[in-house]
């Protein structure tokens, strides 16, 4: 379980950028994020209720500061997927989490095995060798760096605020981070209604965006609490390492359903992920 949970928050965290990149060129993303908080918010609620836990308003409140931390991330993650290419921007954003999180769990005592550094250099070379494209291909210019690295910053935080989330909670923490990450939204979504015209942006809502937007509040709710499981396993090192491999999901998600082009280069990242993550199981 101390594997599984990293990886499926990894597999969730993919889907969620992939399909929030998606969303957000089909339309402006304070209308994805109108949508999917909102979405995102209903199904934690639903996962605490069924956890059977009494509400706890501690719990509840070192989630919301973890959701307004990670509420600023969403956004500028989902504008460097936008503009893309998928695997550049999630390998940006993995590496800049991963380093600042394993870091934090190095610096606050948590043990690390050779075998796990050694899986955290390897999947952290797999991640910069997936983000490389072919020759033809222009460099990433700072539209993209820029809110990529502020995201995996964002969302390294986010991770060590929720860590201290009581363990006890049950649920009850996520449905703190999206109430923090509806916060965030509303902001949002005022200025950019105050920006654009209110009447102006909603006009721009599409079927099709909304559908994308909904599923995006899934995989966020989905992946908070799969974070929040593999954070209480107590090892930042391995939850940094296992997580790191999102991007190779997003780039693999982006070939199945983008039909973005992986080069040779792209592929042997792949395949020493998959070298990473067996010496992160020893």
């Avoid at 102006?200 to 599923?215: C, F, I, K, R």
């Avoid at 999102?246 to 280069?265: F, G, H, V």
Wanted: aromatic content about 4%.
């Amino acid at each position: 379980m101390l594997i599984l949970f990293p990886l499926l928050n990894a597999l969730s965290v993919a889907a969620g950028n992939v399909l929030g990149g998606v969303a957000t060129r089909r339309q402006p993303l304070a209308l994805v994020m109108v949508v999917s908080a909102p979405v995102s918010l209903a199904i934690s609620l639903a996962l605490a209720l069924v956890d059977g836990n009494p509400p706890a308003s501690a719990a509840i409140g070192v989630g919301m500061l973890a959701g307004a931390i990670g509420g600023i991330g969403l956004p500028l993650a989902y504008r460097a997927f936008a503009i893309g290419p998928a695997g550049v921007a999630g390998s940006i954003v993995a590496c800049v989490s991963t380093g600042l999180l394993a870091s934090a769990g190095i610096a606050t005592g948590t043990s690390a095995s050779p075998s796990r550094l050694a899986g955290l250099a390897v999947c952290t070379g797999a991640v910069i060798l997936v983000s490389l494209r072919g020759k033809q291909d222009s460099p990433p210019t700072s539209r993209v760096i820029l809110p990529a690295v502020l995201a995996g910053a964002a969302f390294a935080g986010f991770a060590l605020i929720l860590n201290t989330a009581q363990p006890g909670a049950g649920s009850w923490p996520v449905f703190g981070v999206r109430l923090g990450v509806v916060g965030i939204t509303v902001v949002l979504f005022l200025v950019t209604a105050a920006i654009r015209g209110r009447r102006a942006l909603l006009a721009q809502v599409t079927p099709t965006g909304v559908l994308l937007s909904a599923a995006v509040g899934v995989m966020d709710a989905t992946g908070n609490l799969f974070l929040l499981l593999a954070l209480r396993g107590g090892d930042l090192v391995l939850v940094a390492l296992l997580t790191s491999t999102a991007p190779i999901y997003a780039a693999l998600l982006a070939w199945l359903l983008l039909k973005e082009r992986l080069s040779r280069t792209q592929f042997s990242g792949l395949a020493l992920a998959a070298v990473g993550l067996a010496l992160a199981a020893v």
